[in-house]
């Protein structure tokens, strides 16, 4: 497969789980990839799956002065950017009265401020045309229990993506969304103190979706792959969601 034959693509979070993926898809595709992860281990990991079709950078999600660096890694590495697609983030979870001033900041920090000026950041170097794809969550349209902030976070990432596909759809830009809802990822291991909590949690999902089972990092790939590419050039500000129906219940 070829279709994103000669184009330069940026994810970030794409050391482990859905970005990693989607790295190895892109890469399948004939892209020249970039992705960014936060933990050595990570960093050592995608180094090891990738090999040399991908630059790995180091950088933190929240930090907003880093997504200047990381706007200059690329810029140095491909000179412009044809697809960015918007994926590291974390998961908490909790009841509304343990959260802490602290807690609720970190994940606004990684989910929607790093993300709002990595985008800025990169603006210079986006091509006409180019795509971004931004990773939000069936949980901005579900009132999960104990997801508030979760929630919060991807509802307004979800506003945001919606925003710049008329904001700069005159450069060129096409801006969309995909919206997974439970996927097999180590990020869903991390939601239960114990592999018996765990269990017990992943039984309940999957009891309310109505295909039965989780989705897999390889389905929602697939889905960016797809809005990254000329395929999809008439598809704007749009949001696809990737929950094997739980949603509609």
């Given at each position: 497969?070829?279709?994103?034959?000669?184009?330069?693509?940026?994810?970030?979070?794409?050391?482990?789980?859905?970005?990693?993926?989607?790295?190895?898809?892109?890469?399948?595709?004939?892209?020249?990839?970039?992705?960014?992860?936060?933990?050595?281990?990570?960093?050592?990991?995608?180094?090891?799956?990738?090999?040399?079709?991908?630059?790995?950078?180091?950088a933190d999600a929240a930090d907003v002065e880093g997504q200047k660096d990381v706007a200059d890694a690329v810029r140095n590495a491909f000179g412009h950017l044809d697809i960015l697609f918007i994926n590291?983030?974390?998961?908490?979870?909790?009841?509304?009265?343990?959260?802490?001033?602290?807690?609720?900041?970190?994940?606004?920090?990684?989910?929607?401020?790093?993300?709002?000026?990595?985008?800025?950041?990169?603006?210079?170097?986006?091509?006409?045309?180019?795509?971004?794809?931004?990773?939000?969550?069936?949980?901005?349209?579900?009132?999960?229990?104990?997801?508030?902030?979760?929630?919060?976070?991807?509802?307004?990432?979800?506003?945001?993506?919606?925003?710049?596909?008329?904001?700069?759809?005159?450069?060129?830009?096409?801006?969309?969304?995909?919206?997974?809802?439970?996927?097999?990822?180590?990020?869903?291991?991390?939601?239960?103190?114990?592999?018996?909590?765990?269990?017990?949690?992943?039984?309940?999902?999957?009891?309310?979706?109505?295909?039965?089972?989780?989705?897999?990092?390889?389905?929602?790939?697939?889905?960016?792959?797809?809005?990254?590419?000329?395929?999809?050039?008439?598809?704007?500000?749009?949001?696809?969601?990737?929950?094997?129906?739980?949603?509609?219940?």
């Open positions: 497969m070829s279709r994103l034959l000669n184009k330069t693509a940026l994810i970030t979070g794409g050391t482990s789980g859905i970005g990693l993926e989607t790295a190895r898809q892109f890469i399948a595709e004939g892209a020249r990839v970039a992705v960014t992860g936060s933990s050595v281990a990570g960093i050592d990991a995608a180094r090891a799956a990738l090999g040399d079709s991908a630059l790995v950078i180091k590291a983030g974390i998961a908490e979870f909790g009841p509304l009265e343990q959260w802490t001033e602290e807690r609720f900041d970190r994940s606004f920090a990684v989910n929607v401020k790093g993300p709002f000026f990595l985008m800025q950041a990169l603006l210079p170097l986006m091509s006409n045309p180019a795509s971004v794809v931004l990773n939000t969550s069936i949980n901005a349209h579900i009132g999960m229990p104990n997801s508030s902030v979760y929630s919060l976070t991807k509802g307004a990432l979800l506003t945001f993506a919606k925003t710049l596909s008329g904001e700069l759809i005159s450069r060129g830009i096409r801006v969309n969304a995909v919206s997974p809802g439970p996927i097999t990822t180590p990020l869903h291991d991390k939601l239960s103190p114990t592999p018996a909590d765990a269990k017990v949690m992943t039984s309940q999902i999957q009891a309310q979706i109505p295909v039965g089972r989780f989705g897999t990092a390889g389905e929602v790939a697939k889905t960016v792959v797809f809005l990254a590419s000329d395929e999809a050039a008439y598809i704007v500000g749009s949001e696809l969601i990737i929950d094997g129906g739980m949603s509609n219940l």
